[in-house]
């Protein structure tokens, strides 16, 4: 962080530059305001123990916004919060410089010492021995923003986020397997690493006797954690405000029954493993329910999109960077826990599959279908696992996937399947959680 004096005195230095400068913000416009942040982002890669890349990605910017009008500058001082309102109201754009994060490769040595120690730590747990080839990943941020806008004053939040991946991949007389196992990290609880490792291995073990799927519709049960990633794709975007907005979501506006009365889908951006407790827009962040007694009635918005609607703001409006607009945007998207055991989410599927561990491929909003990347599953025969599965893509229709959504268990999970949500170009980290659950209809396509 580009930071020479106590974070204390910067924030007060800060504060006072917003208070001054946001009182020339057009107050009658509710969109007005001021954005700093500073953020730096890690990603430290090892290959059997050994550092293959550290990347350290540095972040400092302020912007200003009235309307649809957007001046921003990179590297400021507290002194260019005022001059960039007055570029602003004067509509000189041309006071604007694109922010570039330098992108800089540095030294093991003295530099992210716990993330390597982390994953040396987690290499050699899962090595033991064993014939295997072990690639490990931390992934982490740090920002802290400042918002400014002219009727509420100036709000600050700070967040962070860690996680970590291990892929290991085995080869045993002819046959090659991949198990992978991510993480969102909260300690460095020695117990922990070690499930991660034996966990992650025995799991590649397995894999190699991993037999291609039947083609065809199926019933599907998802592990713990692993469901969030589809209402991700096939609620959390189809109710995002501007999608709506735009004719362009085959979910909302529905009148009709969409899912069973106890299926609970919400978006809580506070929780999992990069919240936040403001917004972009300095609006407070809250649990928002999406689906609920079988109807898909929540919107994901941000004042842009409130405005139009006429409904309240939710504090999902986010960008990922200063110079980026502000978007409605998933924080947390989870479906609640249920009341069943997560032994009994099982029981009655005489044929299905139990998905491990999937990505998600392409969502298209308008026509309700989304695809996956299926990458670790097992067949159900007679309520029971069977053999490990190949690779594979899976189709889903969003109404069919909701209404035949019909058991679920009580052992709710976050962040199983880690990675970032890309709109309009804008990555950002989200999380998703679910417990064990079933859906009766889906289409693998092998």
């Known amino acids: 962080m580009r930071v020479s004096v106590p974070p204390h005195e910067l924030d007060r230095t800060w504060k006072e530059a917003f208070s001054r400068a946001i009182q020339e913000l057009p107050a009658s416009d509710p969109l007005a305001q001021l954005f700093f942040e500073e953020r730096e982002d890690l990603r430290v890669d090892l290959e059997d123990g050994s550092v293959r890349e550290i990347v350290r990605t540095r972040t400092c910017g302020l912007s200003a916004r009235s309307g649809s009008r957007l001046v ?9 919060a005022s001059r960039l309102v007055q570029a602003l109201t004067a ?10 994060p330098n992108k800089d490769p540095l030294p093991e040595e003295g530099f992210a010492p716990e993330s390597v120690a982390t994953l040396r730590m987690l290499s050699e747990r899962a090595v033991r021995g064993n014939p295997i080839r072990v690639l490990a990943s931390w992934v982490g941020f740090r920002q802290r923003v400042l918002i400014g806008r002219p009727e509420l004053g100036v709000f600050s939040d700070l967040r962070s986020g860690n996680r970590i991946r291990l892929e290991v991949r085995i080869e045993l007389r002819g046959r090659r397997a991949i198990a992978v196992s991510e993480r969102a990290l909260r300690s460095r609880e020695e117990t922990a690493l070690d499930d991660l490792a034996d966990g992650t291995v025995r799991r590649a073990e397995e894999r190699l006797a991993a037999r291609p799927p039947t083609s065809g519709e199926t019933a599907v049960v998802f592990a713990p954690g692993v469901g969030g990633i589809l209402l991700h794709e096939i609620v959390g975007h189809a109710l995002e405000a501007d999608t709506i907005l735009a004719r362009s979501s085959a979910l909302a506006g529905r009148t009709a029954v969409v899912a069973p009365r106890d299926v609970v889908v919400l978006d809580d951006p506070r929780r999992g493993r990069a919240s936040w407790r403001i917004d972009d827009e300095g609006q407070e962040a809250r649990a928002t329910p999406l689906v609920q007694e079988g109807r898909a009635d929540g919107w994901i918005s941000d004042l842009r999109s409130a405005g139009r609607s006429g409904r309240p703001p939710t504090g999902h ?10 978007l409605p945007r998933m924080g947390c998207t989870f479906l609640a826990p249920g009341f069943l055991e997560p032994g009994e989410v099982m029981e009655g599927t005489s044929s299905g599959i139990l998905v491990r561990r999937m990505e998600a491929a392409a969502i298209d909003p308008a026509a309700g279908i989304a695809f996956f990347r299926v990458t670790d599953s097992d067949r159900i025969r007679d309520s029971h696992v069977d053999v490990p599965l190949e ?16 058991r679920i268990a009580n052992d709710l999970a976050f962040d199983t399947c880690i990675g970032s949500c890309v709109r309009d170009g804008q990555p950002l980290a989200t999380s998703v959680g679910a417990p064990t659950c079933r859906i009766g209809l889906a289409a693998v396509v092998a």
Not at 72 to 80: A, F, G, I, K, T
Not at 91 to 100: D, F, K, T, Y
Not at 317 to 326: E, I, K, L
């Open 72 to 80: 921003y500058l990179s590297s400021p001082e507290p002194e260019d």
């Open 91 to 100: 509509a000189r754009p041309e006071l604007s410089s694109a922010g570039c």
């Open 317 to 326: 409006g986010r960008r990922s960077s200063f110079h980026q607009p502000v």
């Open 391 to 406: 690779p594979f893509l899976l189709r889903v229709v969003t109404e069919r996937a909701l209404g035949s959504l019909d």
